[in-house]
């Protein structure tokens, strides 16, 4: 029997670091809570990115939700947010009660179109009001265009929040994504290029980051006041991650640079094995940047007889994963209320069905694969999805 292959699963050290350090906790107690690995896991990460600070979490959207704390988004504002992504950017703004104004993309790095941004701000500017804050996404682990997109929030003096949620690894102009904007997010959610079993961190970049990362440690830790009894002023979370899976993070922190090496691999492997095929193309790759490729993303010409779903099709028959490009946010139900600013003018429904739109993140959704992206995959996996995906075009 063939064996299931996984778009992208939790893939441990060959070393097995991980075990060590949740060896080390359980024999010094340490289950709970924080603990020694929860300050080495954040030191670790500063110093391999190059980042302020940083703060373990329970999860990339909880580091979200406290980096639009921390740049004071409140009840009425709004933020500007790229809207091809992942619904846990977006998310957060809303349970501050702040209205999300959505992004779109651009073709040379599917990710927010700095075009688009500047229309926004624009707009917005006519009717006397500026967002509190830009969240620009790394989608895939490419690389968004983030020094002008920096560039344009810096002229507006309005903070960026970057999610690198799916970029852990991706370097830019020679410094790693999440390091850029006054706040970066990291996922470590099972399905990522690294996994703690479930988590995030935030990375503070700011001016007064000690400052800011206090704030968010207490924030985060329920916001306990210095006193004798439970006292508190403000409302808070319990978002800190645990010394146990943080344990986990940092044996995985330890082979990254692998995983970067054999998603880069994949894709390649793809490229090199399908790209002959009329209608493919691949995610962009921009040329400053040095991608993780998280996930290995097709996208089928306009034309091309195959459609992404006849090759999800196919591959499931063969027990293959794979999944569509995220659905953009401006075309949610949940958030149909929400503006929607693109570069691209008279947007018109292009698929009733998915309800795709001639938008640049419309049509990368309608037209875009995720493939399987395991790190664990062989190259004999590799050749089977090949197979499968070729006999389409038979
Ligand atoms: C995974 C992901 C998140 C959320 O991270 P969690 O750790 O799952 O909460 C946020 N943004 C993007 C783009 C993601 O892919």
Known sequence: MKQHIFLASPHM??????KQYIKEAFDTNWIAPLGKNVTEFENEMVRKL???????????????????????????????????????????????????????????????????LELAFDKYAKMGRRPKAVIVVHLYGISAK???????????????????????????????????????????????????????????????????????????????????WYQHTEI??????????????????????????????????????????????????????????????LQLAENCPVKPKDIMRALAEDDVESRPVWKPMHLQPIFAGCDFVSQVQDLCILEEESGADSSVSGQIFARGICMPSDSKMTDEDLQRICDVVRELWK
């Open 146 to 228: 983030i020094a002008e997109i920096k560039e344009i929030c810096g002229r507006y003096q309005v903070p960026l929040i970057e999610d690198a949620a799916e970029s852990l690894g991706t370097v830019y102009q020679g410094r790693y994504t999440g390091t850029f904007g006054d706040y970066g997010i990291i996922s470590f959610n099972g399905n990522k290029i690294i996994t703690s079993s479930g988590g995030g961190m935030l990375l503070v970049n700011t001016e007064d980051a000690q400052e800011k990362a206090q704030k968010v440690l207490y924030w985060a830790t329920q916001a306990r006041e210095p006193a004798p």
């Open 13 to 18: 050290s060959e070393e097995g670091y991980e």
């Open 50 to 116: 190059g980042a302020g600070r940083a703060v373990a979490l329970s999860a990339g959207t909880a580091a979200i939700h406290m980096a639009l704390k921390a740049v004071g988004v409140g009840q009425g504002d709004i933020v500007f947010c790229q809207s091809l992504t992942f619904s846990a950017s977006a998310n957060p703004i809303v349970y501050e009660r702040a209205v999300p104004v959505f992004i779109d993309s651009e073709t040379e790095t599917w990710n927010m179109s700095p075009q688009a």
């Open 236 to 297: 808070g979370y319990n978002y800190r991650m645990s010394n146990i899976v943080a344990g986990i993070g940092r044996g995985q922190l330890k082979v990254l640079d692998r995983r970067v090496e054999k998603k880069r691999y994949i894709l390649e492997y793809y490229r090199k094995h399908l790209g002959d095929l009329p209608g493919i193309s691949f995610m962009p790759m921009p040329q400053e940047a040095y991608c993780n490729c998280w996930l290995s993303v």
